[in-house]
């Protein structure tokens, strides 16, 4: 076996333990609608469990464009199962484009 004196290389092993989220963002899909003057930007989010199943009771919240205002919607049941809807109603036409990140999510 070969051996230096220089401590600073020694290697060492170490345990990392890494817990999956009981809860995370399966999906998120976005859509716009025209009217006039204006025009509404629609999201689904579709929120999963461990196993990537639909879960409904959680509530979602996040930002519009990135600091507001705060869109909020709780997952459903049924034909909805795990997904909910936020809605950004009269845009302006002017306003190209707008943006929508989750910020949190807590099941009730």
């Given at each position: 076996?070969?051996?230096?004196?220089?401590?600073?290389?020694?290697?060492?092993?170490?345990?990392?333990?890494?817990?999956?989220?009981?809860?995370?963002?399966?999906?998120?899909?976005?859509?716009?609608?025209?009217?006039?003057?204006?025009?509404?930007?629609?999201?689904v989010i579709?929120?999963?469990?461990?196993?990537?199943?639909?879960?409904?009771?959680?509530?979602?919240?996040?930002?519009?464009?990135?600091?507001?205002?705060?869109?909020?919607?709780?997952?459903?049941?049924?034909?909805?199962?795990?997904?909910?809807?936020?809605?950004?109603a009269s845009?302006?036409?002017?306003?190209?484009?707008?943006?929508?990140?989750?910020?949190?999510?807590?099941?009730?």
């Amino acid at each position: 076996m070969l051996a230096d004196n220089n401590a600073s290389n020694n290697s060492y092993a170490i345990a990392v333990t890494v817990n999956a989220p009981s809860v995370h963002v399966g999906d998120v899909d976005g859509a716009a609608a025209s009217s006039g003057n204006n025009w509404s930007a629609t999201v689904v989010i579709a929120v999963h469990d461990t196993k990537h199943l639909p879960l409904s009771g959680v509530t979602v919240t996040g930002n519009w464009n990135g600091s507001g205002p705060v869109g909020q919607c709780t997952t459903g049941d049924g034909a909805d199962a795990g997904t909910c809807t936020v809605v950004l109603a009269s845009i302006p036409n002017s306003t190209r484009m707008v943006s929508f990140g989750v910020t949190g999510m807590a099941r009730e």
